[in-house]
């Protein structure tokens, strides 16, 4: 009852204080502020600062909480090893025993990081602090000093392309070039049970079918990226347009923490759409040979 107590007691805080650094009804400039120009493209920007910051910050935690793992959990190393065991019983089945020792440290560090920043700009403070002038009265923010990550489109962007990256590294390494490219263009179609003169036609249509796979994989860094950036950007502008809302923070919450598993279920389907098929054969096989003894 005292926790409850203290946890209504630090929302209620949150409400009071955010709006006072507030711009009411103003919304958020889609580019992050430059605090540091090295001239030709190379400069480092608020949303830059608050990723390092907060990166440093999850892992000087992680240390600190969880600390040298024991055979005898605490507390700490108790809820961290939930945690990593629900997301195990999540991702496994989707991404496939053979190639799920690489990819689940990945999806681990997506889903936290993600999820952390999505949360940062319910932060007071965050997007609300740092240069700007008085109009009328008011005063006008131009160069916010904190940004949150996922809502410059650079960051989000750099996520997705890392997720692009890995997932080739994975699939070329568990799955093999061949097994893409039959994946891609294979006639999925059974040769006995297909008539011989469909046969051939079903492969020229997977054949138009793997192009078209083709050009949806080139663009999945696009669509990832935008699909976070879009929602995180869209929450921290409803939060300054309507003044902080004390409601909309539980659903910027909720947002955060569903686009955070929807960027890293997405990342583990990818890997599992071509990587998962070989425990089939081999759970197929198993079976079969177990039937002949």
């Known amino acids: ?107 681990v560090t997506f889903f936290i990081f993600i999820l952390v920043h999505n949360w940062m700009g319910l932060i007071p403070g965050v997007g609300t602090l740092g240069r700007g002038h008085d109009v009328e009265g008011h005063f006008h923010l131009t160069k916010p000093l904190i940004r949150p990550f996922n809502s410059d489109f650079n960051g989000t962007i750099a996520l997705a392309l890392v997720s692009f990256g890995a997932w080739l590294i994975i699939v070329l390494k568990y799955a093999g070039p061949k097994l893409i490219i039959k994946d891609l263009f294979g006639n999925k179609a059974d040769k006995k049970e297909t008539p011989a003169w469909l046969y051939p036609f079903l492969t020229l249509i997977f054949l138009f079918v793997g192009c078209i796979e083709v050009f949806s994989i080139g663009i999945r860094p696009f669509t990832l990226s935008v699909r976070l950036f879009g929602n995180i950007f869209g929450g921290e502008n409803l939060l300054h347009g309507t003044g902080f809302f004390f409601a909309f923070y539980f659903m910027e919450l909720l947002v955060g923490l569903i686009q955070a598993l929807v960027f890293t279920l997405l990342t583990s389907v990818y890997i599992g759409l071509i990587c998962n098929h070989g425990d089939d054969h081999a759970s197929e096989g198993g079976h079969a040979a177990g039937a002949h003894h």
């Not at 990723?51 to 999850?58: M, Q, V």
């Not at 005898?72 to 945690?83: D, N, R, W």
């Open 1 to 107: 009852m005292l926790n409850a107590k203290k946890l209504l007691g630090i929302v209620a805080a949150f409400a009071l204080v955010v709006p006072a650094f507030a711009n009411e009804g103003e919304g958020v400039a889609p580019a992050a502020a430059r605090l540091v120009d090295f001239g030709h493209g190379w400069v480092i920007t608020s949303s830059m600062v608050t990723g390092w910051t907060i990166s440093a910050l999850i892992v000087f935690l992680i240390l600190v909480v969880v600390g040298k793992p024991s055979i005898l959990p605490g507390k700490s190393q108790s809820v961290f090893e939930s945690i990593l065991e629900a997301l195990h019983d999540l991702f496994e089945p989707i991404v496939g025993k053979k190639a799920f020792p690489a990819a689940f440290p990945l999806l």
